[in-house]
């Protein structure tokens, strides 16, 4: 029945000894899916191309959990299987997220502004799961720095700006929204004032 509580599997890629690589974050509920994106995480960082110079296979260790090899020896890649107790469609729910690589979030208020929002993007390439919080400009997109505020990406590097876990991004763009939504509001409130100031003249 809807509701029913149940015991899930979800599989988490992870890397030994590698501080760097944030694949951990990733979690599947298809083992296969977790392996590709394993081994395609292990290949662009030591490789940097799509073809690793050894044979790469999975060998299975202990019960559930499982190993990545390259011809024929282990690599620092695994992945773990947890075993989550919870409704279907929660566990589902983390999957779908893992999967997601933008989130919006609105400006509150925004009053007769419009609309406005922040976004916080997924880094497309390179190894590991890293977020940035962004003005979600097409061209010439600019990220949120501590202590600096809107800087264009192609002047801090891909490495400043996304610099985030998935959850560290969501919680800072929910802050820099609130402080563009007061920012805007002041403008607007002074460009109230200088509007009646020029009609009194």
Not at 14 to 19: H, L, Q, R, Y
Not at 88 to 114: K, N, T, W, Y
Not at 119 to 135: E, Y
Request: some cysteine; overall charge negative.
């Amino acid at each position: 029945m809807p509701g029913e509580q149940d015991r899930s599997r979800l599989f988490e890629p992870g890397w030994d000894d590698n501080p760097t690589w944030e694949g951990s974050t990733e979690l599947f509920t298809d083992l296969g899916e977790a392996q590709a994106f394993a081994a395609g995480a292990y290949i662009e960082a030591l490789y940097g191309n799509d073809e690793a110079d050894g044979e790469l296979a999975w060998v299975k260790e202990g019960e559930e959990d499982w190993r990545l090899t390259e011809a024929g020896q282990p690599t620092g890649v695994s992945i773990g299987t947890r075993a989550v107790r919870g409704t279907v469609a929660a566990v589902a729910l983390r999957a779908q997220l893992s999967l997601a690589s933008e989130f919006r979030v609105p400006l509150p208020d925004a009053g007769a502004g419009g609309y406005g929002e922040v976004v916080v993007k997924r880094q497309q390439d390179g190894p590991g799961d890293r977020w940035a919080v962004t003005d979600g400009a097409d061209t010439g997109l600019r990220a949120w720095v501590d202590g600096e505020g809107w800087r264009h990406v192609t002047d801090i590097g891909r490495a400043v700006a996304f610099r985030h876990t998935r959850e560290e991004a969501l919680l800072l763009a929910h802050q820099v929204a609130e402080i563009e939504a007061t920012c805007y509001g002041a403008e607007i409130d002074a460009l109230g004032v200088e509007s009646q100031d020029g009609e009194s003249q």
